[in-house]
C-alpha cells in the first residue's frame, strides 16, 4: 500500500499526564445556536425562565441540526445575537448559574430497540463528531449504505492536544460500551481503533479493554500528521480511498471520534446530552496547563483564569491545534461543543511573505497529493474551472502545505477560499 505524504511535528504533548480535572461553575454562560455543521438552532426558552442541568434549550426540525441542551442550572437572562468566530451570527442563550447544578428530570437512559430509535436517541443527545469538524452524528450513522468497518479515531495528531488521550485512560469502559453499542445497532462486523505510537499507554489499556468485543482490532500508527485526518484515517486503516465528492459510508466505513463515542455511551448509560467538554489549555502564557471539564458556554477567559494565564501577555490566542485551530478574536467567546482545546501563546514567529520560489515542498507534504501553488494562482486569477480541475475540494485543510512552504505562503487559507467561491454543485 503506497504511503501518503505527511509531515514530522513536535507533538508538545505537555499534559499527556495531566488527569482531567472539572471546575468549578461560572457565574455566567453563553450558549451559541449554532455549533454545528448545518442549520442553526431556534432558542425554544424565554428570558427569565429557570432551566436546569441536561435540559434542552434551542432545536430546529431540519434533520442537519442536532439541539442545543444547558449544562448548568439557572435563569435565562438574555437571548442575543452572537458572531461567530467564523463570521456568521446566530443567537445565543446567556444563563445565570445558581451553583446548585439541578438535573432535568427529562435527563434518563432512552429506550432503544432498532436502528432508528437508536438513530433518533443520538440526535436527541445532541452529539456533534469532537475531533473539531462538529458533523452531527445522527447523521453520519444514519446512512443506509453498507457499512463494513467502524473506525474509532484516537490518533489525535496536533501538537499539544491530550484531551483525547485523557479521555481513552480515565474511560476505557465507556468507549468499549460505546464502540460495542455502535457496531452492534448498525451491525458493523469489524471495528479499528486507529492510535498514534505516541500514546503507548492508551493503545496497551484499549487493546486490553476491547479483547473480548469480537472482530475489533487496536491499529498503531506512526506519529504522523495529518494522521487524524478522516480520510487519511481511512486509507492508512483500511487501504481505501474516498473519492472527491464521496462520503466515508460510499466505501463502507463509519469513522467516528473516541470522545464521541465515550460520550455518546455516557449518554445511553445515564441519559445525560452532551454540555461539557474537556480542554486542553496549555500555552507560554499558562501557569497550570491541563485538561479542564467545563460546561458548554463557559467563556474562555474563565477557563484562562482557573489555568492560571496570564492573559495579558496573550500574543495569539488558538482554539483547538496550532495547525487546524481557529484564532479567537474575543477573550469572551464560549466553549462550544467542538472544542476541543485553548491555547495562549506570547511568544510565536511573525512570518513575512514572500514570492513563491517553487520549491515543490508544499507538493510533497500534502497528504492529497494537491498542488497548493498552482491552486493559489488559479485563485487569484478566480478561475473557476482550474480550481475544479486541481481538485481543490479534496483539500482537508491540514495545513501542511503552509507549516513546510520556506515562503511563508498562507497557501492553506487561499484553499478554503478557494473552496468557498467554487460553484456548490461542483466536483
Known amino acids: 500500500m503506497k504511503k501518503l505524504n505527511c509531515i514530522r511535528l513536535g507533538h508538545n504533548k505537555n499534559t499527556e499526564n495531566c488527569p482531567i480535572v472539572r471546575l468549578g461553575i461560572p457565574e455566567s454562560v453563553r450558549i451559541p445556536m449554532s455549533m454545528n455543521m448545518g442549520a442553526a438552532c431556534e432558542p425554544i426558552v424565554n428570558v427569565g425562565d429557570f432551566v436546569c442541568v441536561g435540559q434542552k434549550i434551542g432545536d430546529n426540525q431540519a434533520f442537519f441540526s442536532v439541539p442545543v441542551h444547558s449544562g448548568v442550572s439557572g435563569t435565562v437572562t438574555a437571548i442575543s445575537d452572537y458572531q461567530l468566530p467564523s463570521g456568521n451570527m446566530c443567537k445565543a442563550i446567556e ?27 443520538v440526535r436527541e443527545s445532541g452529539m456533534v463528531g469532537l475531533g473539531g469538524a462538529g458533523f452531527p452524528t445522527h447523521v453520519k450513522l444514519s446512512t443506509d449504505a453498507k457499512i463494513d468497518t467502524l473506525i474509532i479515531n484516537a490518533a489525535e495528531c496536533e ?17 468499549a460500551y460505546g464502540i460495542e453499542l455502535i457496531s452492534h445497532m448498525l451491525d458493523i462486523p469489524h471495528v479499528i481503533i486507529g492510535i498514534e505510537d505516541n500514546k503507548t499507554a492508551s493503545a496497551e489499556l484499549l487493546t486490553k479493554k476491547t479483547a473480548n468485543i469480537k472482530n475489533t ?11 487524524g485526518g478522516e480520510k487519511i484515517m481511512i486509507y492508512n486503516c483500511t487501504g481505501r480511498i474516498v ?7 460510499d466505501v463502507g466505513v463509519i469513522v467516528v471520534n473516541v470522545s464521541t463515542a465515550i460520550l455518546l455511551a455516557r449518554f445511553f448509560k445515564t ?3 452532551l454540555v461539557e467538554r474537556v480542554l486542553t489549555v496549555d500555552g507560554d502564557t499558562v501557569g497550570k496547563s491541563g485538561n479542564y471539564l467545563v460546561p458548554i458556554g463557559t467563556s474562555v477567559s474563565y477557563v484562562l483564569e482557573n489555568a ?11 482554539m483547538g491545534g496550532p495547525m487546524m485551530g481557529m484564532t479567537v478574536f474575543d477573550i469572551n467567546q464560549p466553549v462550544c461543543k467542538a ?6 501563546m506570547e511568544k510565536i514567529t511573525e512570518n513575512r511573505e514572500s514570492a513563491c520560489i517553487r520549491c515543490g515542498r508544499c507538493v510533497r507534504a500534502c497528504p492529497i497529493n494537491l498542488m497548493p501553488t498552482e491552486i493559489e494562482k488559479a485563485y487569484i486569477r478566480r478561475d473557476i474551472s482550474s480550481l475544479q480541475k486541481l481538485k481543490v475540494n479534496l ?23 478557494a473552496k468557498a467561491i467554487l460553484p456548490r454543485t461542483a466536483k
Open 95 to 121: 444563563i445565570q448559574c445558581d451553583g446548585k447544578q439541578t438535573l432535568c428530570e427529562s435527563v434518563k437512559s432512552p429506550v432503544i430497540s432498532d436502528k432508528a430509535s437508536f438513530i433518533k436517541a
Open 159 to 175: 501538537p499539544y492536544l491530550t484531551s483525547d488521550d485523557r479521555m481513552m485512560l480515565e474511560y476505557p469502559d465507556e468507549l
Open 217 to 227: 482490532e487496536v491499529k498503531v500508527l506512526p506519529s504522523l500528521y495529518p494522521q
Open 243 to 249: 473519492d472527491e465528492g464521496k462520503l466515508p459510508s
Open 271 to 273: 441519559g445525560m446530552p
Open 308 to 318: 492560571q494565564c496570564n492573559i495579558s501577555k496573550i500574543k495569539k490566542l488558538i
Open 339 to 344: 472544542n476541543g482545546a485553548v491555547l495562549a
Open 395 to 417: 483539500c482537508i485543510n491540514c495545513g501542511c502545505c503552509t507549516y513546510v512552504c520556506p515562503s511563508k505562503r498562507k497557501l492553506a487559507e487561499t484553499n478554503q477560499l
